[in-house]
C-alpha cells in the first residue's frame, strides 16, 4: 500500500504512541482476520461486487421531472422558493443600480475612504489603484455586477453562518449536531452542488448567489462558535457576578470578546465568496466570471486575464483590508466624526460625477492586454510544448507522467481488492485520528461503491494523490527556502497572492496547451492552485519553530541542514500535517474541475450532469466527490485540527 | 447589532411579497437598469452561436435601441433558462428532441423562432495533412489500420478518439463499440481544450482523429478531412446504445421565450427574420477566433459590410 501512504508522509511516532498505534493495528488486523475472509468468500475480490450496489438512476430521474413540472406551479416553489429568488434579484438589483448610480468616481472614492477609515492610508491608495485598474481594463461594469452580488452573497452567508455560529457557540448539543456538518462542507468541492442549485432555482443570479452563500457560510459559522467558546470564562464570571442576564452577556461580554474571530470569519466569507464568482458563472452567475468563462471558450487567455485580474485585485484589497481592520480592533476607536467626513467626500465625489455627466467609465480609458498576453502565452507554449534540448517538451513529461506515475497508480488501485482498500483506508485513519475519524473514512469510501462509482472514484483518487505528492514535494521544498530568507518571502508573497486568488479557468487553457488533453493538465492545475498554501503554511510553521531551540542547537555546531532536520521540522510537524491536509483538499477541488480539460472520472460526470442537466449523474458523481473529500481528509487529519479553509 | 440588521431586513425581504412568487417571471437583476429595454440572449460556448449573437446585440443595440445582456449557458440548461424566461432567445440549437417535445409542446413555454440559414453537420474528422498521405483513412473500415498512430498517453494502447465538451449531441463511445473499432473515446471535456489539444497537434503536423462539426472556423486555421462513417439514416439513432450509422445534416434551428414571442415588439420579430449563411456566420466567427476581436467589433465589421443581408431582418 505505498501508493496510499505517499499521501500521507508521516514523521517517526513518539515511543507510546508507537505502542498505542501497534495496538490499533492489531485490533484492526483481528477485525480483519474475521470479516474479510466472509466478505471476500460471499462478494467477490476484485473492484466493489454488484451486489452491494444500489441503483439511483431511476428515483433521480424521477425527482428531477418532478422539479421541471412543478417549478412553476407548485406551492412550495410559487410561496416559499419563489420568494427567496425573489428577494435575491431585488436586493443584488438594488445595489447593482446604487453602484451604478453612483459612478466610477464616486465607487472608488468610497473604496479607498472605507479603507481609509477602517486600515490606513496604505490601504486606501491600493483600493483605489485596483478599482482603478478594474476600469482600465474594460472591466467596470461587469467588476460592479461581480461586487452586487458578492455584497448580498456575503452579507447573507455572514447572517447565516453567525446565526448557526451563535447556536453551536451557546448550545453544547447545537455544536454537535453542527459539527460534522460543517466539516463536511469544508471539504466539499463547489462544484459538487452546483447541479441541484440549478435544478431548483433554474439559471441566473438567485442560483449563483445561492450556492455561494453554502459555500462562504461555513467559515464564518465555525469562527463565531470558536470565538464564543473561547471566551476567557474568568471574564465571563467576572461579569456573571455582576448579575447580568444572559442577554446582557452575550452582547456586552462574549461577543465583543470574539470580534477578532468574528472579523476573521468575515474576511474568510469574503474570499470564499470571491472564489466562488467564477465557478458560479457556469450557472449563470454573470459579471466577470462570465466573461471569464466565455473567454475559455474562444480559447482566449488573453481576454480571461483581463476578466481574471480585477477578481484577483479584489481579493487581495478586500483580504488586506479586513485583514487590517482585525488588527486595528481594540488599538484606537475610531472617531464617528471621521467616518462622518468620509462618507461626506465619497457623496461629494459621487455627485460631481454625476453632474460632469461621467457615470460610466470612459471608452478611451481602456488598455488592451489581450493581444500581448495572447503572443506571450503562444509564443511560451508552443517553445516548451516538445523539443527542448536535454529536458525535453513538456508534453513529453505529461506523456511521462501519465503513463510512469498516473496509469500504474490508477490501475493499481482499481486493480485491489476492495475489502482492501476499506482497511488501508481505515488504518491510516486510525493511526493519525481517532476510531470515529476512521469509521468516518471508511464508511465514506464505502458510500462511492455503493453509489456505483467505484472505479472513476478511484481513478479521480489516483490523480488526487499524484498531485498531492507533487504538491507536497515542491511546496516543502519552497516553504523551506521562504522560512530561511526574508528576502525569498518576500518576493514569493505577491504571486503566492496571485495564485490562490486567480480563478482557476484562468489556467485551464495554458495548462492544456502545455500538456495536453487528458488527466496530466488535471494533476498539473491542481498543483498550481494548492501549491501556495502549502508553501504558507511550511514557511509560517517553520518559522514558528522555539527560537531557544534552534539556538541552542546552533551552539552546538549543528549546520544549517542538520537544524532544519532535527530541530525545525520534527518541531513543525503540525503546522506540516495541517499543509497536507489542506493540499489534499485544495487539490481534490481543483482535479474536479479538470473534468473540463480532460480529467476524466467523476470530475467529467459532474460537467456532464450540469452540460445535460443530468441530475442522476451528476449528483451521484457530486456525492461521491464529497464521499471523497471525506476520506480524504479524515485520512490526514490530526487530532484535534482546527482550521480555516485555504490558510 | 449590524448582524441584527442584516438578518431583519434579510427576513423583511423574505416578507414582501406575501402572495406567490413565480421564479420563472423574474428577469435578470442585471436587466434594464437605467430604464433601457432589455434583451437576454443565451451564448453557447462554442464560437459560431458567439458569432451569431454578437450580430443580433449589435444590430439590437444600433438599430433598435435595446439592451442587451448575454449569458453563457450549456444547450440543456439553456432550454431550462429559455422556458424560466431568464434568456429571451436561443439563436442556434442542433436539435434536442426531448426538450422540444417538453417546453415547446406541453408546457408551451417556448416557440419556435425559424430556421437560423446554417445548417451543421457533426462528423469525425482527421487533418488533411495526414490525409493526404493516407488517403484511405478517410473510411471508417480503414480506421484500425491507423489506430497504432494515434495512440496517446490517455487513450492506454488503443488509438484516440478526440472528443469534445459533455453538453455537445455525441454517440461516439457507442459508435466505437458497436463498429468494433480499436479506438478509445478521451473526452476532452471542453471546447476550449479540444482546440487548444488540435492546435497543438496541427502545430507540430502530428495525426489525429476528432469528433468535429461544421460550420466551424477551426477549419480554416486546420483544414480537416471528413473520414467516411456508415451513412445516416432517418431513425437509426433512436436508440443510443446501438447507434451505428453517422450524424445527419441538421437546419439549425432559434427558439424564443413564449412569452417575449408574443409581447417582445421589434425585437421579437428582428430575432425571428435573423436569417444568414454559413459563410457570413464563419467570416463573424473566424474574427472573434482567430483574430481574437472582441465579439461587438467582429459583428460591427461584418455589419457595415453586409447591409444589404441585415436590413431585411428590421421589422
Request: glycine content about 10%.
Amino acid at each position: 500500500m505505498a501508493t496510499v501512504t505517499a499521501g500521507a508522509p508521516r514523521a517517526a511516532l513518539p515511543g507510546p504512541l508507537r505502542h498505542r498505534a501497534v495496538g490499533k493495528l492489531l485490533l484492526l488486523a483481528l477485525a480483519a482476520a474475521v470479516l474479510v475472509p466472509f466478505a471476500a468468500a460471499r462478494w467477490g475480490s476484485g473492484g466493489w461486487p454488484a451486489a452491494l450496489t444500489v441503483d439511483l438512476s431511476a428515483p433521480l430521474g424521477r425527482a428531477s421531472d418532478w422539479i421541471i413540472d412543478n417549478r412553476d406551479g407548485h406551492p412550495l416553489f410559487l410561496y416559499f422558493l419563489g420568494h427567496v429568488s425573489n428577494a435575491v434579484v431585488v436586493s443584488v438589483r438594488a445595489v447593482y443600480l446604487v453602484l451604478l448610480g453612483a459612478g466610477w468616481a464616486g465607487v472608488t472614492a468610497l473604496g479607498a475612504l472605507v479603507a481609509w477609515r477602517v486600515a490606513g492610508v496604505r490601504l486606501a491608495l491600493g483600493t483605489a489603484a485596483a478599482f482603478l485598474a478594474c476600469g482600465v481594463l474594460g472591466m467596470w461594469v461587469p467588476t460592479m455586477q461581480t461586487l452586487a452580488l458578492m455584497v448580498v452573497a456575503v452579507a447573507a452567508s455572514v447572517a447565516v453562518g453567525a446565526l448557526l455560529g451563535l447556536a453551536a457557540g451557546l448550545s453544547g448539543r447545537m455544536d454537535r449536531l453542527l459539527r460534522p456538518v460543517l466539516d463536511t462542507m469544508q471539504v466539499l468541492p463547489a462544484f459538487a452542488y452546483l447541479l441541484p442549485v440549478v435544478l431548483v432555482f433554474g439559471i441566473g443570479v438567485p442560483a449563483a448567489v445561492l450556492a455561494t452563500v453554502v459555500y462562504a457560510a461555513p467559515p464564518m459559522a465555525r469562527l463565531t462558535a470558536l470565538g464564543l467558546r473561547g471566551a476567557d470564562p474568568e471574564v465571563l464570571e467576572a461579569v456573571e457576578s455582576l448579575g447580568t442576564t444572559a442577554r446582557q452577556r452575550l452582547l456586552t461580554a462574549r461577543l465583543p470578546l470574539a470580534r477578532k474571530e468574528l472579523l476573521l470569519g468575515l474576511n474568510q466569507t469574503i474570499m470564499m465568496a470571491l472564489s466562488m464568482a467564477v465557478i458560479a458563472s457556469v450557472i449563470g452567475a454573470g459579471g466577470l466570471g462570465d466573461r471569464v468563462y466565455q473567454a475559455l471558450a474562444s480559447v482566449d487567455v488573453g481576454a480571461a486575464l483581463a476578466a481574471g485580474i480585477p477578481i484577483v485585485l479584489l481579493a487581495v484589497v478586500l483580504d488586506r483590508v479586513t485583514g487590517a481592520a482585525g488588527r486595528r480592533l481594540g488599538t484606537a476607536g475610531s472617531s464617528p466624526a471621521g467616518w462622518l467626513y468620509a462618507l461626506a467626500a465619497a457623496v461629494a465625489v459621487a455627485v460631481a460625477g454625476r453632474l460632469l455627466g461621467r457615470l460610466d467609465w470612459p471608452g478611451t480609458w481602456v488598455a488592451d492586454i489581450a493581444a500581448p498576453v495572447n503572443r506571450a502565452v503562444g509564443w511560451t507554449t508552443a517553445h516548451l510544448h516538445s523539443g527542448v534540448p536535454y529536458v525535453g517538451g513538456t508534453a513529453d513529461w505529461a506523456a511521462g507522467f501519465t503513463a510512469w506515475v498516473l496509469d500504474p497508480l490508477r490501475d493499481g488501485l482499481q486493480g485491489l481488492p476492495w475489502w482492501s482498500l476499506l482497511l488501508a483506508v481505515a488504518a491510516l485513519a486510525w493511526l493519525i485520528g481517532t476510531w470515529r475519524t476512521a469509521l468516518t473514512a471508511t464508511l465514506a469510501l464505502a458510500a462511492t461503491g455503493v453509489l456505483g462509482v467505484w472505479k472513476p472514484s478511484l481513478d479521480t483518487l489516483s490523480q488526487v494523490l499524484a498531485a498531492v505528492a507533487v504538491t507536497l514535494v515542491t511546496g516543502l521544498a519552497i516553504g523551506v527556502a521562504a522560512a530561511r530568507s526574508d528576502r525569498c518571502e518576500r518576493l514569493l508573497r505577491p504571486v503566492l497572492d496571485v495564485l490562490q486568488t486567480m480563478p482557476q479557468f484562468v489556467y485551464l487553457i495554458p495548462v492544456v496547451a502545455l500538456f495536453g488533453v487528458g488527466r496530466a493538465p488535471a494533476v498539473a492545475a491542481a498543483v498550481v492552485y494548492a501549491l501556495p498554501a502549502v508553501v504558507r503554511i511550511t514557511a509560517q510553521g517553520l518559522r514558528e519553530v522555539d527560537p531557544a531551540a534552534l539556538e541552542s542547537a546552533r551552539s552546538l555546531g549543528a549546520t544549517g541542514g542538520q537544524q532544519l532536520r532535527q530541530i525545525q521540522l520534527p518541531l513543525a510537524r503540525p503546522a506540516l500535517l495541517l499543509a497536507v491536509n489542506q493540499g489534499v483538499v485544495l487539490v481534490l477541488a481543483v482535479v474536479i474541475i479538470g473534468g473540463l480539460v480532460g480529467g476524466g472520472a467523476l470530475g467529467y460526470d459532474v460537467v456532464y450532469g450540469l452540460a445535460q442537466g443530468d441530475l442522476a449523474t451528476g449528483l451521484v458523481a457530486g456525492a461521491a466527490i464529497v464521499c471523497l473529500g471525506l476520506v480524504l481528509d479524515r485520512v490526514t487529519q490530526p487530532t484535534g485540527r482546527r482550521a480555516g479553509k485555504g490558510a | 447589532m449590524r448582524l441584527r440588521t442584516i438578518a431583519a431586513s434579510g427576513a423583511l425581504l423574505l416578507l414582501t411579497g406575501c402572495g406567490a412568487a413565480d421564479m420563472t417571471r423574474q428577469a435578470s437583476p442585471f436587466a434594464d437598469a437605467r430604464g433601457a429595454k432589455t434583451v437576454t440572449l443565451s451564448v453557447q460556448s462554442w464560437v459560431g452561436a458567439q458569432a451569431d449573437a454578437a450580430v443580433a446585440e449589435y444590430l439590437l443595440e444600433h438599430e433598435l435601441g435595446y439592451h442587451v445582456d448575454t449569458v453563457q449557458v450549456d444547450e440543456v440548461p439553456a432550454w431550462d433558462a429559455l422556458s424560466q424566461g431568464r434568456v429571451d432567445a436561443i439563436m442556434e440549437d442542433w436539435g434536442h428532441p426531448e426538450q422540444e417535445r417538453r417546453y415547446v409542446e406541453e408546457k408551451k413555454t417556448i416557440v419556435r423562432g425559424g430556421e437560423l440559414g446554417v445548417t451543421g453537420h457533426i462528423g469525425w474528422f482527421v487533418p488533411t495533412y495526414f490525409a493526404k498521405r493516407h488517403p484511405d483513412v478517410t473510411d471508417w473500415k480503414n480506421l484500425d489500420k491507423y489506430a497504432g498512430l494515434l495512440r496517446t498517453a490517455e487513450s492506454g494502447g488503443k488509438g484516440q478518439l478526440l472528443d469534445g465538451s459533455p453538453s455537445y449531441v455525441t454517440h461516439d463511445k457507442a459508435l466505437v463499440k458497436n463498429l468494433k473499432l480499436d479506438y478509445k473515446v478521451v473526452f476532452a471535456g471542453s471546447e476550449a481544450a479540444q482546440i487548444t489539444q488540435i492546435k497543438q497537434f496541427a502545430r507540430e503536423k502530428k495525426p489525429f482523429l476528432t469528433y468535429w462539426y461544421a460550420p466551424q472556423w477551426l477549419f480554416e486555421k486546420v483544414p480537416m478531412t471528413e473520414v467516411r462513417l456508415p451513412p445516416y439514416r432517418e431513425g437509426c439513432d433512436a436508440d443510443p446504445d446501438k447507434v451505428a450509422c453517422g450524424y445527419p445534416h441538421t437546419p439549425l434551428q432559434k427558439y424564443l421565450n413564449a412569452d417575449f414571442a408574443r409581447s417582445g415588439g421589434e425585437a421579437a420579430r428582428f430575432l425571428k427574420n435573423f436569417r444568414w449563411t454559413t459563410e457570413d456566420q464563419n467570416e463573424v466567427a473566424l474574427m472573434i477566433a482567430e483574430e481574437k476581436l472582441p465579439p461587438r467589433e467582429a459583428a460591427k465589421k461584418w455589419v457595415d459590410s453586409h447591409p444589404s443581408v441585415w436590413k431585411e431582418w428590421l421589422p
